[in-house]
Structure formats: structure tokens, C-alpha cells
């Protein structure tokens, strides 16, 4: 959240999204220290992180600039 600058809430909707696309897993941590939440670990599926390797892929090939990463298809990347 602090690398995005985006509120927790709009981090767990997109990870939300993100696991019924099958880009995510997530698990539970196994033990809680007394007082603390228990924490949901995410991970990128093997097909998640083709992807995400494809979209980076064809974002670095645009010139320059700001942009907005979209977890959706673009051109020339079937979803």
C-alpha cells in the first residue's frame, strides 16, 4: 500500500479481482502472534505472472510516460 499510495481497501478489491482472474492464490498465515490480525499471503499464478510479464512487456514499449496499469486485456494480449 505505501509503494502504491492506494488506501487498503482499494489493494484488497484489486487482489479480490485478481484471484477470481486466477492471476492470485492467497493463504492464510498459519500462526497469529498474540494481539496482531492474522495476515492472507498473496502469490502470482504461473499464469498471473505471464500476465503481468506481458502487460510490463508492452508498456515498456511505449514511449516515455505516465500511465495506468489495467488488469485487462490490451492489444495484442488475450486475457
Known sequence: MK???????TIYK????????????????????????????YRLTPHGATRAEDILAHQRSKPVGRF???FGAIDGCEA
Open 68 to 70: 495506468r496499469l489495467a
Open 14 to 41: 484489486i487482489l479480490e479481482r485478481l484471484a477470481e482472474a486466477e492471476w492470485v492464490t492467497s493463504r492464510w498465515e498459519a500462526e497469529v502472534e498474540p494481539g496482531k490480525p492474522r495476515r492472507r499471503y
Open 3 to 9: 509503494a502504491t499510495g492506494r488506501a487498503g481497501p
